[in-house]
């Protein structure tokens, strides 16, 4: 379970920051748009929880799939390039809101949790790399990129949050 682990340690990193991020935030500035054309903190965060739990549906899905032998790697780590824009799917995109911080912050944790459910079921996570699942983007991706990609997404916005902080 050393792979889950690392994981779960990297998902929770991922998070932390987020939560450092956002957790001093008042309702207005959770709400405001402070960049012209750009989402507000707490739709990027609503954004955040509904992409985490497409990510999950995607994994448990893949979970019930037979391994394939041409899941190559995709390089998921773009993603953390500010430089490189994306436009999320429409089923990833947030509402409009007001959003209270609160209780996206219980929304994410509960996501969270649903993840890390279906992680520690895994008993050989060798599968994790076996399986691929398509991906909007990436086209197949193996379950464990899927995890990877989850939390540097994750420190994405996080990095993306700090950014429109400054103007607040």
Request: with cysteine.
């Amino acid at each position: 379970m050393e792979l889950i682990q690392r994981y779960q340690h990297d998902l929770s990193a991922a998070r932390a920051y987020l939560l450092q991020e956002i957790s001093s935030l008042n309702e207005n500035e959770f709400n405001r748009f402070a960049v012209e054309d750009a989402w507000s903190i707490g739709q990027i965060c609503h954004h955040l929880w509904k992409t985490e739990v497409l990510f999950t549906k995607a994994i448990v899905f893949g979970l019930k799939r037979k391994p394939i032998s041409d899941a190559g790697r995709k390089a998921v780590e773009v993603v953390l390039d500010q430089a490189v824009k994306y436009r999320a799917p429409e089923i990833a995109e947030p509402d409009e809101g007001p959003f209270h911080v609160t209780e996206l912050i219980w929304l994410l944790d509960g996501s969270r949790q649903q993840l890390l459910e279906v992680l520690v079921k895994i008993e050989d996570e060798a599968i994790l790399k076996e399986i691929a699942v398509n991906h909007p983007r990436f086209g197949d991706l193996p379950l464990d990129q899927w995890i990877e990609l989850l939390y540097m997404h994750e420190q994405r916005h996080a990095e993306q949050i700090k950014k429109l902080k400054a103007h607040l």
